[in-house]
């Protein structure tokens, strides 16, 4: 498994991006998020953000508040 120092580093297509840090924080990389289009957002309990959310629809994103802990054992992910 490869570690990133940037989500812009990240060259190959990212299905799903599962958010744990808080919106302050999501919110100072919204642009680099936005710009690689993942197919998907998992904003975690804790780490909801509505602004992104919305931004994210807005150019087809998927978005969904939910533990991605909890999809994977119950076989939503």
């Known amino acids: 498994m490869a570690v990133y120092p940037s989500i812009n580093n990240i060259t190959e297509p990212i299905d799903t991006l599962s958010m744990y840090v808080a919106a302050d924080i999501s919110s100072n990389i919204a642009a680099d998020i936005l710009s690689v289009k993942p197919k998907r957002i998992i904003f975690n309990p804790g780490a909801e953000n509505p602004d992104l959310a919305q931004k ?22």
Do not use: E, P, Y
């Open 56 to 77: 994210a629809k807005t150019q087809g994103i998927i978005t969904v508040n939910d533990c991605t802990l909890v999809m994977l054992r119950s076989g939503q992910f």
